[in-house]
């Protein structure tokens, strides 16, 4: 089946310090990526959509400035977490829609884990 | 894209067969409805998806009624391995996305 990969699986950082998280797809091409955000016992946040070759949307309530996306090909998108404080550890996981299947099935990653110290 | 409601959380046993209903009142003609698995620090995973009647795969079935106005999602025979939280998802919203509800915590117990 379709596979999404995350990188890296966690990382810890110190407070102000940026991270990138790397979200490909290993065997198919994803115009639209997605990166939600989770805390724990809670659901999944949509965060913003990752459009190839065109800047993101982002959710109300989401600092496009703090939470930088980019799409540059087919297979990879990046979400940037620049100046991180300890209220933006979470995890986060990116998904992306499979070309040819339902608008409503989506492929996840494994998520990453970020622990901003 | 249609509001929905499942239970918070559900305890079984292992072996045993278990169904989570998801209601969703308006659910749209052109709506499908899709389950996901999530297992703790891991992305969710799609288990199964349909729009009418029943769709069996190799992990679960999934039973919706003529109205379309619920659905239910059966894990027959249950192990310990089960233990997940399951979201029902049904269409999208109208910019296109998927909106995760709260979910079904699933415990089973040995």
């Known amino acids: 089946g379709a596979v999404v990969s995350q990188h890296p699986s966690w990382v810890i950082c110190k407070s102000g310090t940026s991270v990138k998280i790397e979200c490909r797809s290993l065997d198919f091409q994803a115009t639209t990526m997605f990166w939600y955000r989770q805390f724990p016992k809670q659901s999944l946040m949509l965060m913003a959509t990752?459009?190839?070759?065109?800047?993101?949307?982002?959710e109300q309530g989401v600092e496009k400035d703090k939470f930088l996306i980019n799409h540059a090909s087919l297979t990879l998108s990046t979400l940037t977490v620049t100046s991180a404080h300890p209220e933006d550890s979470s995890f986060y996981i990116c998904s992306a829609r499979i070309p040819g299947r339902g608008r409503e099935t989506q492929y996840f990653g494994p998520g990453t884990r970020l622990l901003v110290l | 894209l249609a509001k929905t409601t499942q239970p918070i959380s559900m305890d079984s046993y292992e072996g045993q067969e278990v169904n989570i209903t998801c209601s969703h009142n308006n659910i749209a003609t052109n709506d499908y409805i899709t389950w996901y698995q999530q297992f703790p620090s891991q992305g969710p995973r799609f288990i199964i998806q349909g729009y009418k009647t029943k769709v069996t795969n190799e992990v679960a079935s999934l039973f919706i009624p003529a109205d379309r106005k619920s659905s239910t999602l059966s894990l027959p025979r249950v192990s310990l391995s089960d233990t997940a939280v399951y979201y029902c998802?049904?269409?999208?919203?109208?910019?296109?996305?998927?909106?995760f509800g709260k979910g079904t915590r699933l415990h089973i117990l040995p």
């Open positions: 990752s459009n190839e070759g065109s800047k993101a949307t982002y």
């Open positions: 998802l049904v269409g999208m919203n109208r910019d296109d996305k998927i909106i």
